[in-house]
């Protein structure tokens, strides 16, 4: 066989192997994790969540509804690694319909609103309100999601 298998997982969602899923995640409806991603313990997966191969969501992380998570994208929750100390963790919160661009990085405790864009590549050192697209490292304010959108539909 060329590629991972398939992993039928409970709510119509799917894994495609080799991937890591943490004990206690909470899956929605409709998720896609990619190959190879790695999805943490106690994070929490809303609906129609799509994690594309190679993305690292770290422990406790809380994903909205029909969010996008491109590959290589890493979301971590320990500011001092290695603390091994769950007390020390900020998680990360991305509200519903937010798009996290392949290879960006979410630093510890941020939020990202619902329907941000994290653009590829971003680091993103501080919270984004909704509806914002953010670009660079550290990321800063770039757009509203509302040019990106009519950018996108354009090419």
């Known amino acids: 066989m060329l590629g991972g298998g398939r992993i039928n997982l409970p709510h119509d969602s799917v894994a495609w192997a080799p ?28 609906d129609e969540v799509r994690i594309q191969g190679g993305a690292y969501v770290a422990d406790g992380t809380q994903v909205g509804k029909g969010v996008f998570i491109g590959p290589n994208a890493t979301i971590l929750n320990d500011r001092y690694p290695p603390s091994r100390d769950p007390e020390k963790w900020e998680y990360v919160t991305i509200a519903t319909g937010a798009v996290i661009g392949g290879s960006a990085t979410i630093l510890p405790g941020i939020h990202v609103g619902s329907n941000a864009v994290v653009a590829a590549g971003a680091l993103l050192t501080k919270d984004i309100p909704a509806n914002e697209v953010w670009t660079g490292n550290p990321a800063s304010f770039h757009s509203t999601r509302e040019a990106y959108e009519s950018r996108r539909n354009q090419e």
């Open 19 to 46: 991937c890591y899923i943490g004990k206690d995640c909470e899956i929605g409806f409709g998720v896609s994790i990619g190959c190879l991603a790695h999805v943490g313990r106690d994070v929490v997966l809303g």
